[in-house]
């Protein structure tokens, strides 16, 4: 969480000086310094010499005939005290708690698509663009495949391409190797032949599901992870699968992630993720898959 560096502190007129007068007064504080959505988080409310409590910020919007109400917890905290009458509370400037919402913010999307990762892993490998992308993978599969080994030369310039991504990969059973020289050699793992099953999409999946991690930050993975996530963090929130237009969601990505999609490449995610059973089309709008939304509850 960010520091504080600049802080607002203001004084009202307590009445008396009971708990409750004070935590009414601290909402007012909220409310006047940083708006009507924040509020305080009542099991955060402690008195270690002060009393001092969290602020959460609640969201309500009505998405096609869904109302939903996000909260990000815990954005900052503020103290209160009483001295002769007064109340006084301090928190941090306006543009500090801006900045710290927004860290919360980001730092909930980032273990949200880990999440969404987890749960669809298996069938975003099936998604051909995704394996397009990582065709340098699939060369050492399926050389495997064939002929039980690889060599890969680095200084070669389609093997240096090859070693890079294998050296993201290579701790997995799967695979066993050694350098000797200027070469990696490659050969199967103790559990290639049952992974693999003689289906090179078989060792794909298990790679995407072993390496949700690395995978999840590959350029070409990034849209279709991140549409997932844009739809499934609306079923969080709303805490059942709900129905959703493709513009709806794609103005939902564009919220979530600062720049809306062009609306073409947007279908193309969703018709993909459609295919692998990630989404799928009811009355022409955009529904998830119950097995998915279970693992993410």
């Known amino acids: 969480m960010l520091e504080a560096r600049g802080s607002v502190t203001r004084k009202y ?41 969290y ?27 009483q001295v002769d009458g007064k ?16 860290e919360v913010k980001y730092n909930t999307i980032r273990t949200g698509e880990m999440a969404i990762m987890e749960a669809i892993a298996e069938e975003l490998s099936g998604i051909h663009e995704i394996m397009l992308s ?5 060369e050492i599969l399926r050389e ?10 680095s200084t070669g310039s389609d093997d240096k391409k090859r070693l890079k991504y294998f050296n993201e990969i290579s701790d997995l059973s799967i695979f066993k190797y050694e ?4 070469a990696c050699i ?3 793992g103790p559990e290639f032949n049952s992974i693999a099953d003689g289906n090179i999409e078989n060792l794909f999946a298990y790679i995407i599901k072993s390496k949700t991690g690395y995978v999840s930050d590959i350029s070409s993975v990034k849209p279709y992870l991140r549409t997932a996530y844009s739809y499934y963090s609306l079923c969080m929130v709303s805490k059942s ?4 237009k493709m513009e709806t969601l794609r103005n939902e990505y564009g919220r979530l992630y600062g720049k809306t999609p062009d609306t073409l490449k947007f279908k193309n995610y969703v018709e993909s993720l459609c295919n692998v059973n990630i989404f799928q089309y009811k009355n022409d709008k955009i529904i998830g898959i119950e097995k998915i939304f279970k693992k993410l509850l």
Do not use: C
């Open 13 to 53: 007129d307590a009445g008396n000086d009971d708990i409750q007068t004070l935590v009414r007064l601290m909402g007012l504080f909220i409310s006047e310094t940083y708006g009507s959505s924040l509020s305080i988080d009542p099991d955060s409310i402690e008195t270690i010499g002060k009393l001092h409590s």
């Open 55 to 81: 602020v959460d910020v609640y969201y309500s919007e009505l998405l096609d005939g869904y109302m939903l109400i996000r909260k990000y917890s815990h954005i900052f905290f503020i103290s209160a005290e």
């Open 87 to 102: 109340a006084s509370f301090t928190g941090p400037d306006r543009n500090t708690a801006l900045k710290m919402l927004e």
């Open 134 to 138: 990582m065709t340098p993978v699939m």
């Open 144 to 153: 495997l495949l064939d002929k039980g080994k690889i060599i890969l030369v």
């Open 179 to 182: 350098y000797k020289y200027n």
């Open 186 to 188: 490659i050969e199967r």
């Open 241 to 244: 699968l709900i129905e959703i």
